[in-house]
Nanobody, 116 residues
Framework: QVQLVESGGGLVQAGGSLRLSCVASGSFFSIGNMGWYRQAPGKQRELVAEITSGGTTNYAESVKGRFTISRDNAKNTVYLQMNSLKPEDTAVYYC??????????WGQGTQVTVSS
């Protein structure tokens, strides 16, 4: 079992910044891909950014140049630095990790609200 604890969400004005963190704990040998997804009211959950164990990253077009994903393998932690936030970034942000290449684990979600 893997437990994920997210933190760092909150309320920020447009143009501001937030940094999300997600710490994984539990019984696992190593973590593969780690990522952040988001879900706005009335919309489907979508990928924001993901990072492989080797550090290769992938971003949604809507956040390229504004968001940066990173990870600390020693701490089993993934981060999402969000700059130049826009009202349309408002959503619940979820952390996801992949263990043994096939088991997906999700965090409980953290609310990000960007006011105009």
């Amino acid at each position: 079992q893997v437990q994920l604890v997210e933190s760092g969400g909150g309320l920020v004005q447009a143009g501001g910044s937030l940094r999300l963190s997600c710490v994984a704990s539990g019984s696992f040998f190593s973590i593969g891909n780690m990522g952040w997804y988001r879900q706005a009211p009335g919309k489907q959950r979508e990928l924001v950014a993901e990072i492989t164990s080797g550090g290769t990253t992938n971003y949604a077009e809507s956040v390229k140049g504004r968001f940066t994903i990173s990870r600390d393998n020693a701490k089993n932690t993934v981060y999402l630095q969000m700059n130049s936030l826009k009202p349309e970034d408002t959503a619940v942000y979820y952390c996801k990790v992949v263990v043994r290449s096939r088991y997906n684990y999700w965090g409980q979600g953290t609310q990000v609200t960007v006011s105009s």
